[in-house]
Protein backbone atom coordinates (compact mmCIF):
# COMPACT_ATOMS: atom_id res chain seq x y z
CA UNK A 1 0.00 0.00 0.00
CA UNK A 2 2.82 2.39 0.96
CA UNK A 3 3.67 2.56 -3.19
CA UNK A 4 -0.44 3.06 -4.41
CA UNK A 5 -2.57 6.41 -4.67
CA UNK A 6 -6.04 6.48 -5.06
CA UNK A 7 -7.73 7.97 -8.29
CA UNK A 8 -11.54 9.12 -8.36
CA UNK A 9 -13.84 7.23 -10.22
CA UNK A 10 -16.93 9.40 -11.25
CA UNK A 11 -18.22 11.51 -8.79
CA UNK A 12 -20.13 8.81 -6.49
CA UNK A 13 -16.87 8.80 -4.17
CA UNK A 14 -15.63 5.33 -5.65
CA UNK A 15 -12.10 5.34 -6.01
CA UNK A 16 -9.57 3.37 -7.66
CA UNK A 17 -6.02 2.15 -7.24
CA UNK A 18 -2.61 4.11 -8.82
CA UNK A 19 0.82 2.65 -8.80
CA UNK A 20 3.11 4.64 -7.82
CA UNK A 21 6.07 3.51 -10.11
CA UNK A 22 6.60 1.22 -13.39
CA UNK A 23 7.90 -1.91 -11.26
CA UNK A 24 5.31 -1.80 -8.60
CA UNK A 25 2.73 -4.67 -8.62
CA UNK A 26 -0.67 -3.83 -7.22
CA UNK A 27 -2.88 -6.89 -8.61
CA UNK A 28 -3.04 -8.25 -4.69
CA UNK A 29 -3.93 -4.79 -3.31
CA UNK A 30 -7.00 -4.64 -6.21
CA UNK A 31 -7.53 -7.99 -5.09
CA UNK A 32 -8.15 -7.85 -1.60
CA UNK A 33 -10.01 -4.56 -2.18
CA UNK A 34 -12.27 -6.50 -4.46
CA UNK A 35 -12.58 -9.18 -2.10
CA UNK A 36 -13.41 -6.97 0.65
CA UNK A 37 -16.55 -5.20 -1.37
CA UNK A 38 -17.97 -8.31 -2.52
CA UNK A 39 -18.11 -9.28 1.17
CA UNK A 40 -19.86 -5.97 2.53
CA UNK A 41 -22.07 -6.05 -0.50
CA UNK A 42 -23.58 -10.19 -0.79
CA UNK A 43 -26.76 -10.75 -0.35
CA UNK A 44 -26.17 -14.66 0.44
CA UNK A 45 -27.43 -16.03 3.55
CA UNK A 46 -24.48 -18.10 5.10
CA UNK A 47 -27.25 -19.92 7.24
CA UNK A 48 -29.20 -21.67 4.32
CA UNK A 49 -28.57 -24.85 2.80
CA UNK A 50 -27.48 -25.19 -0.90
CA UNK A 51 -27.95 -28.21 -2.77
CA UNK A 52 -26.20 -29.11 -5.43
CA UNK A 53 -27.70 -30.40 -8.76
CA UNK A 54 -26.63 -33.22 -10.52
Same mark, same amino acid.
Given at each position: ? =?? =? !? !?? *?? @?? %? $? =?? @???? +? $?? #?? #?? %? *? &?? =???? +? &?? @???? !?? /?? *?? /???????
Amino acid at each position: M =AN =A !T !TR *PI @GK %S $G =AF @GWNK +A $GF #DI #DI %S *P &LV =ACTM +A &LQ @GVWT !TC /RN *PN /RRQHVMH
